[in-house]
């Protein structure tokens, strides 16, 4: 263990052989890519040389990834991210059968740091059972256990049926619902029955290995290089949590992201039906007020965390139902705005059961608006959506098409498959309409209001659409940072100057971290999983953004009319290829480019 | 009673009087039991209805209680909760239940120590320091786990005997009478206060002061 605050090593877990074994990893590839989303990637890039793998096969890997922060308690790095080879995505004009995208996802809770405790830096499963299993950490103790019984439980029983089963409340886990162990391709990994990393299939790729759950237990301590300084930094941002008035904290605990739902709305930046609009004038029945007034009981927080931005309560009213953690911003306006539904216990509903069988709510709730929009306009009729009468604002229509979805029913056979899937099976220029892009459906955010940013952020997403990707280098290579640290974005305010994410880092390690080198890492990290996405047959093509940005405009509201323009899109593109050193043609990172970043190994 | 009326507030009440002692139950529930006529004795409060379950009093705990040695100077560990006197126990409807020592007036693990008690102090192997807390005497311990049955059946079980000598660990020190789970929890849910020390003490197993707290808050009949 040459680097302080890392153990060196990845559980690896091979459940078609059963073989259980600890990986060492190389010094340089930590100095270089940290931990989480970043070596997560650099272990896939690995343990995948060739182009066009199935997802879905064993050889696909499936990587479970704290980072240096995790099981220290450094307020809100509790992150896990998981990384595998993605079963959402495809190329415009594809390379190979499974040319598909790096995917990465992460959550919150107590997973992460857990593994810490373990004495692993990382969990990496490949191959398949023959049956439904679970996997049982305990320190130096692995072994992989049946879960036939567990098997079609949604995640809201099972939460507490592994706990029974484990007879010990300590251990921590995750968990796919029946969503996963049916392949629904948009299926989600999920801890304490709610925090999921909901996107880019990481749930599918779990159920396609036989994996129910992993569960995980530690008493394991690490060493960090500069002790004191590391105390003095932990006592340090510590008390800038504690700040009286300190308004930021106060933001996250009355609401969390759900503050945001009234001002995304007013702002126009909102999915409102199927994105056709950006402000939804019902916003109001499902923002934070109507939360805490009617549904929100308590505000949970992660792994030494002190902004508690998850909400549970009960809704009443339509529905009854226990809420683990809703809305929030993404499930609010997925679910809600964006299907033009206003009905908070309808609302909640939808967001328990998409919850409990383990599915990413945003390409679901994504997928459904579609389905109304092409309704709507007559592309398809009642008897395609199997009797189904989905329209806007439909609360029952919609938990149907849900049902169907997670149980791959019917027609939610097909749509499970997601929006790109969907447009090319009923056709008639629906894609025009289908909000995805490489095949990953776009998130909450809405684009022609500050188009400049969004239609970058998501166009260059390297697992496709998403939000948290951010619409400059900058910040694209800031977020890739903290994915791999295990740090939550929504602190990140707080690291800063005296408490940097460097200065952590550097005490942590021993190794002198500037802001400048960690800058350098996250674009390192950002250009590796593009060279994923190039090998496996991802060009300019595939960066762009759904046509209907550039031909609809907005009804109503402060933005009436916005729109985005093709030509300063294109443009925007280019410059932002410029900028990462990137050739404007292709798409390729410059070979230039590779060797600053100390990515010569992936120059072929 | 009327349902719809029992509120939040009737039930802290109740679960102040009938849980009693360590398990204050919201400000009020403090002033239940101050009583300038019975002896007081500072102990950590809990307050359920703010705790966020971020168990950054395991981490604190735990760092203060297993410090390092790092060239010749002793500091704070790094605080793996699992060594932590204090136990966050994360339930699903979501509660979090804080459970520490709740320094017995009756102590039963002390009940329950067999070792005979020494001539001069009068201490079993388990016995009490001047200012309340529990220890165990490792010399004379000899690790029969009497102690932490004891607890888990009449007490909050905070006990664990160690998995290789069986002797009693995780007892609460006080952290030199300034706790640290108290002074870092980020919800100011954690309180070290005075209290009479013949207060009366049941219900204090986790699952049981769960129970009560789900029912109240996510009971859908409500």
Redesign the interface.
Known sequence: MAIKGYYGKILDINLTTGEIKNTQIPEEDIKRFIGGRGLGTKILWDKLPNPGVDPLSPENALLFMPGPFS???I?SSSRTCVVTKSPRTSAVNPTYDHGSTVSYSNMGG?FGPEIR?AGYDGICVTGKAEKPVYIKIKDDKVEILDATKFWGMGT?EF??ALIDELGD??FESCYIGPAGENLVPMACVLN??ARAAGRGGTGCVMGSKNLKAIAV??????E?AN??DY?NLLSQI?KS??VDNNEALKWWRYGGTANALASSSRNGTQAVKNYSEGTFADIEKIGTEANREKVW??????????L?CKK???A?GSY?V?V?DGPEYETGTMLGSNLLISDLAGLQKLIAVSDDYGIDIISVGNTIGFLMEAYEKGIIDKAYLDGIDLKWGDVAASLEMLHKICKREGIGDKACNGVKFMANEIGQDSHKFAIHIKGHELAAWNVPVNSGYWSICYATSNRGACHMNGGMPQYQNAAALRDSLAACSFASRWYRNENSYAKFLTAITGVEWTDDEIDKAGSRIFTLEKMFNYREGFRKEDDTIPPKFFENKFTFGDHKGAIVDKNIFANDLDNFYKERGWDIKTSRPKDETLMDLDLEFTIS | MNKTKYSRRHFLQDIALGGGGLIVLGTFGFRIFKDKDRNLIKAISVDFTKC?????CE??CS?YNHP?L?NG?K?????????SNI?V????????VPVTCAICPDPPCINACPVAPDMNTGRKALYREANMIIKNDTERCIGCKQCAKACENMRGGVIYPNPETNRPERICTLCDDNPSCVK?C??GALDFIEMPIDRQLANLA?AKIAERLIEQ????NV
């Open positions: 099981g220290l308690p307020p107590f405790f809201e939460d507490n409340r300590k304490t029955a237990k530690g008493t394991k301590s690490l960090v002790h004191k105390l510590r949590f504690k009981k308590r505000d949970f927080a992660c792994f030494s965390c002190a508690a549970s309560g009960i009443k009854s226990m683990h | 966020a379950g971020c168990r950054t981490t604190a760092a390092v790092i100077e500091m704070n560990g790094l605080g793996n909760p699992y060594y136990k126990y994360h339930f699903n409807p979501d509660v979090d870092n980020p919800f986790p808050l996510y009971n859908l």
